[in-house]
């Protein structure tokens, strides 16, 4: 016969986890009890508090903020990637910024297809916005210019070059700054045209309507394979680049090509930016108002897909669209919270009441809801006025509010029905403190796990998991003040409204003469749990299959773990239906070939006297074996003053005079005059004149096709400790795109580790404090375990990966957990009986609240499985996981 646990004076003595448990818990039920009854006294005084600190906390919205940065929002701060960015922002400003295009058939590399790529070519040059003074803008005031030898001037320089060297070959590049006297050479120079920089297929016929006009297919592939100068520039450019999923015959000339890729530089005015910052503090770049009109337009213009030829799509990018897709998401996601609070209301109200005209509690249900976004606005308000950012994982917050809020809900008003019939006859302020203090506890115990799980989570050093994990935090502490006092004191004043038998929804009308219908009074719910699920469950047969079945699962999930991968990329972030992610998704699909491009910039070194380490530097590099290609103005720079002056300068700490008179003639010349722009001056670069001071500057690297995180993070590393062994005196670092992404995975693994180690510790020590027994308090712990594990199998067949929301996920998971197996292990100690009675009670006691609580959460995700958002998809996978476990 099972022992009956009873406390009886003869009991053994408590252990010191005991002794410390019962003073908590008995402080907190006496407290609860007392706290109950002032609010049941006093229900309108709590709601006006409520109300009015809300209010007051949401004065913090004047200081919100949104960050849409990658920057700002996936990579440590103190990272080198940080680092180097913010110095660059500060020394080395980017003054272009890039339009791109993307053309895609079964093969673009036909006539009417090139056709179509000059009528989008005039679309883009006929665009024009005008700023507040009503001065008009165009493509050729914004773009970024740079010297055209095209057209007539090629072939004058041509007849030129035929007279003075009548024995070479006319189409032979020339370095005319070689040829003639630097002073001729200078004049010609400053008389130079130029030209907006857009590069792509069409500069193979330079732009020539007339030629482009009368083409056919044969001649696009002959010239594709033929032509290796721009028609505009007089540069010489492999067009195959611009090219993607190409086709090529057995003589290897090219065929077919699925994509083409046409580049617009624009050019940011600081004159203007000077006249518009304070309006362009929510940009993420720093750009002037016209050009971030005219981007504007160029969206709008590029994305009517009117007239296009059939089987050609137009993808594109801005360097605008960032942010406007972050804002748009922003507005979209709204729909999924207005679907989710609609459908959850029906189902608290359906939970909450019963099918009489009195008995159910539509207002109460949606009074408990607004209790939940109260406190989704006091967390907003109260980390706004802090200055945490707002990220795109924010926009799941409300969501996750009101399933956690329906959670306590449940819990109370199952505390109210679960009153001895003694308890029913006390007055209504003793019965609403009878109910608190059992339900206080239990709502504590969850609200503290939960809110020491996102304590934990946000000492990380991932910003955006950071802030959510403190945006997180504040609402379920007020959430939990919120449900035990808001919604406490309309519990009560509904309750009053019941017992006096007025209407559920038109509180001012009583009906007379009422009584329930018999079919109202049937708890299908607890019948179900007590008559059914509890009496299955504790036959010995079962018990035995539960055991197996779960060993099983969770064996299969442990296999399923070690498949897991790592990955993180904030493309993913881009809502998919989005012009910008399919822009993006095709540039990754079409475009792997040329590996992850970066630069290495440099500060105000002594350039004279460390012109070799520059050499060095780039010469180890080209010996790297993650790197594919250097392209660095030192080599150039070394062999065009040789040909020029007939000095070797390679590898030799030079004048400084010296050393500026030639960089001068470099940057001047046909070779060196594209780098004009890898180099920060004090004070202007002037034709014929030594440069100033160099006070920054860069050179590019390309690495090759990197597999895996593994050999990411290790190619990262090595050109960092390249750059740092080259021993320069002032800033020197690489810096490349998709360095963000690799610093994010070169420490969310540990991230991870360290937060779900920490959180479940800590969650274990509360529950082994509040519920002082060290048995009980490890079944819960492996609840909680053999959960986690499956979720994160499931995230392995799901083909979800280790990011930054898995972080967060996991963390949340590990408090929702809680929540379930906490309820109902900590009522079983309460009660009273056998060891099957104590799991009978249990089970029908709390089995309802918890049901009802994880069913309501997965209400409020469910409709995010029509979300294109990788936020809103990866919680509603992740949450149906949990839900299922």
């Not at 518009?276 to 940009?283: D, N, P, R, T, Y």
Request: aromatic share 12%; proline share 3%; charged share 20%.
């Amino acid at each position: 016969m099972e022992e009956v646990v009873e406390k009886t004076p003869d009991q053994p003595r408590r252990s010191c986890i005991q002794r410390l448990s019962y003073f908590v818990v008995d402080t907190l039920e006496s407290s609860f009890y007392r706290y109950g009854e002032c609010v049941a006294s006093h229900p309108w005084r709590y709601i006006v508090g409520c109300l009015v600190f809300t209010g007051v906390a949401c004065v913090g919205f004047f200081n919100f903020h949104q960050e849409h940065r990658p920057e700002r929002l996936w990579i440590p701060q103190n990272s080198d990637y940080v680092r180097t960015l913010d110095w660059q922002a500060e020394n080395f400003p980017q003054d272009q910024r890039m339009e791109l295009i993307l053309y895609e058939a079964e093969n673009v590399l036909t006539a009417d297809y090139v056709r179509e790529m000059y009528r989008v070519h005039q679309q883009v040059t006929s665009i024009v916005v005008s700023n507040a003074q009503g001065i008009n803008y165009s493509q050729d005031d914004l773009c970024f210019r740079v010297p055209a030898l095209g057209g007539e001037q090629r072939q004058e320089l041509r007849r030129i070059k035929q007279q003075i060297f009548p024995n070479r070959d006319p189409n032979e590049d020339l370095d005319w700054s070689l040829v003639f006297d630097k002073s001729i050479y200078y004049q010609f120079y400053t008389k130079m045209p130029t030209a907006c920089l857009e590069v792509g297929l069409l500069e193979v016929w330079g732009y020539n309507p007339d030629l482009i006009h009368s083409l056919t297919d044969e001649d696009v592939l002959y010239a594709i394979n033929t032509v290796n100068m721009s028609a505009t520039f007089s540069y010489p450019m492999n067009f195959t680049e611009f090219l993607g999923g190409v086709t090529r015959n057995a003589s290897g000339h090219l065929t077919g090509a699925r994509t083409a890729l046409t580049i617009l530089a624009m050019q940011v005015s600081r004159t203007r930016l000077d006249e518009v910052i304070a309006s362009s503090a929510g940009l993420s770049d720093e750009v002037d108002a016209e050009l971030f009109a005219w981007e504007g337009e160029y969206i709008r213009v590029l994305n009517n897909n009117t007239g296009r030829p059939q089987g050609l799509g137009v993808f594109i990018q801005s360097q605008r669209s960032f942010g406007e897709i972050s804002g748009d998401t922003i507005l979209g996601d709204v729909a999924f919270l207005v679907v989710g609070n609609v459908t959850l209301f029906i189902y608290v109200q359906l939970m909450l009441g019963k099918f009489n005209m009195v008995e159910n509690r539509p207002l109460l249900s949606l009074l408990g809801l607004l209790s939940t976004f109260m406190a989704v606005g006091v967390s907003f308000g109260l980390c706004s006025a802090v200055g945490l950012l707002y990220g795109p994982v924010h926009t799941i917050l409300p969501l996750l509010m009101l399933g956690l809020g329906v959670d306590d809900m449940f819990v109370i008003v199952q505390c109210w029905h679960n009153l001895t019939r003694q308890e029913r006859r006390q007055e209504m302020k003793k019965r609403v403190g009878c109910a608190l203090r059992h339900a206080g506890v239990a709502i504590t115990v969850t609200s503290l796990t939960d809110f020491a799980a996102f304590i934990i989570g946000s000492t990380t050093v991932l910003p955006a998991l950071r802030s959510f994990c403190m945006y997180s935090a504040i609402g379920i502490a007020t959430l939990y003040v919120f449900q035990a006092t808001f919604f406490v004191a309309w519990f009560t004043l509904d309750q009053t409204r019941l017992e006096d038998k007025r209407n559920g929804l038109i509180w001012c009308y009583q009906h007379k003469n009422w009584t329930p219908n018999s079919c109202s009074q049937r708890d299908l719910c607890q019948t179900f749990f007590d008559k059914m699920y509890s009496r299955v469950l504790l036959m010995k047969p079962i018990k035995v299959a539960v055991l197996a079945v779960t060993a099983v699962m969770f064996g299969a999930s442990v296999w399923g773990v070690t498949n897991l991968r790592q990955e993180f990329n904030p493309v993913w972030f881009i809502p998919q239906s989005s012009y910008l992610f399919q822009f993006l998704s095709r540039i990754l699909t079409y475009y792997p070939q040329a590996g992850e491009r970066g630069a290495v910039y440099l500060g105000a070194l002594n350039y004279s006297q460390e012109f070799q380490k520059i050499g060095q530097l780039t010469a180890a590099m080209k010996e790297n074996e993650y790197i594919s290609a250097v392209d660095s103005w030192y080599d150039l720079m070394v062999g065009y003053t040789k040909d020029d002056t007939g000095e070797d300068i390679g590898g030799k700490a030079l004048n400084d005079t010296f050393f500026r008179q030639v960089l001068s003639a470099f940057l001047f010349s046909p070779a060196g005059s594209r780098f004009q722009t890898y180099f920060h001056f004090q004070g202007n670069l002037t034709v014929a004149q030594p440069t100033p001071p160099v006070t920054a500057c860069k050179f590019d690297y390309s690495h090759r096709m990197l597999e895996g995180r593994d050999e990411q993070i290790t190619a990262m590393d090595q050109i960092k400790q390249l750059v740092n062994d080259a021993g320069f005196s002032d800033f020197a670092a690489p810096l490349a795109m998709m360095y963000s992404s690799w610093e994010t995975n070169k420490v969310i693994m540990v991230e991870l580790v360290r937060n779900l180690s920490l959180a479940i510790v800590a969650v274990f020590l509360m529950t082994l404090v509040l519920i002082a027994n060290l048995i009980t308090s490890c079944y819960v712990l492996l609840s909680v375990t053999i959960t986690l594990v499956n979720v994160m199998a499931l995230m392995t067949w799901w083909d979800l990966t280790i990011d930054i929301i898995t972080c967060i996920n996991l963390v949340l998971c590990i408090g929702l957990c809680v929540d379930y197996s906490a309820h109902i292990a900590l009522h079983f100690m309460q009660v009273r009986g056998s060891r099957d009675e104590r799991v009978r009670l249990a089970v029908k006691d709390m089995g309802p609240p918890v049901i009802n609580g994880a069913f309501s959460t997965f209400l409020a995700f469910v409709f995010l499985a029509r979300s294109d958002s990788h936020v809103f998809l990866s919680f509603f996978k992740r949450f149906l996981e949990l839900c299922l476990d």
